[in-house]
């Protein structure tokens, strides 16, 4: 049986974390808050713009973009969207799980990755998985400035026949204890499968269909990808916080458990000090 002393220790050392996974709970709550009406704001934008596309791409006829263009997937590039800390649960373990079963799929091709969040990118070079390129830092200090660098260079190497396809695996926010992970098809861009009717209504675009998806088609990517750090940061906080909440939940219920084994063996030794004296008084009789 331990001694009072170690017990008294591991009393204040598991009091003492349970004080710091309550305070990292309520950091990681008042970010959520923000992160959730930033993800919240940039949602519409996104899909309206995916509304858009879908129209200039049914209008534009053969004068298609070069980010429409759909070649053999040769060469594929799966972008991984991870946090750059830990004491999140199961977040990052399980976005790099997907990670890995999308490799697995497309194991007969040529397969590189993009990470985002430093925990993602030390996963998989441990593991000697090829990573393209690393985007470190873009949590640090989130921005769409950020999206625009990744979404430029992604860009940049689609068009120059660098990679044939580009997927995106992430969370998505759905609340603070739910997050879904989502592996979704970035480049090239598909018109939206429920935007037939747009087809039908005939607008008049200057200076034409193909001149305006020049512009909106690199913003779209930019736009997709603020997304998806958006819905990713959102869904680390969320994930931070319960386990965190669970953390200080085990914490003081340790807590309570060594309280009580210290009564137990302070009591026990109370008694044996007592049966000791009564067996000297005994003695000296």
């Known amino acids: 049986m331990s001694s009072l002393k170690q017990i008294r220790r591991r009393i204040a050392g598991v ?7 309550r305070a990292m709970k309520m950091v990681a709550a008042a970010k959520l808050k923000k992160a959730q009406q930033n993800d919240e704001k940039a949602r519409p934008y996104a899909w309206k713009l995916r509304e858009v596309i879908a129209s200039l791409a049914a209008h534009s006829g053969t004068e298609r973009h070069a980010l429409l263009a759909v070649r053999d997937p040769s060469r594929i590039g799966i972008v991984t969207v991870t946090s750059d800390r830990g004491l999140c649960g199961s977040f990052n373990v399980n976005i790099c799980r997907r990670t890995q079963k999308v490799l697995d799929e497309f194991q007969d091709r040529d397969v590189e990755l993009f990470t985002i969040g430093r925990k993602g990118n030390d996963f998989f070079r441990k593991r000697s ?19 625009v660098a990744v979404g430029s260079a992604i860009t940049e190497l689609y068009i120059s026949g660098g990679f ?18 989502i592996c979704e098809h970035l480049l090239p861009v598909e018109p939206h499968a429920g935007l037939t009717a747009w087809r ?6 200057e200076p034409s269909p193909s001149g305006v998806l020049d512009k909106l088609l690199p913003m779209h990517v930019n736009i997709q990808i603020w997304r998806v750090m958006l819905e990713s940061y959102a869904a680390e906080q969320g994930a931070r916080m319960t386990a965190m909440d669970n ?29 000791e004296i009564v067996g000297g008084a005994e003695g000296l009789k």
């Open 164 to 181: 044939d396809r580009i997927y995106l695996v992430y969370n998505e926010f759905k609340n603070a204890v739910q997050q879904l992970i």
């Open 129 to 147: 998985v090829p990573i393209y390129r690393h985007f470190p830092g873009v949590f640090q200090e989130l921005n769409f400035g950020q999206a």
């Open 15 to 21: 009091r003492s974390t349970a004080q710091i996974t």
């Open 247 to 275: 953390a200080t939940d085990n914490a003081e219920e340790l807590s309570d458990a060594l309280t009580l084994q210290y009564n137990k063996a302070r009591q026990a030794a109370i008694t044996k000090e007592l049966l």
């Open 200 to 205: 039908s209504v005939d607008y008049i675009y």
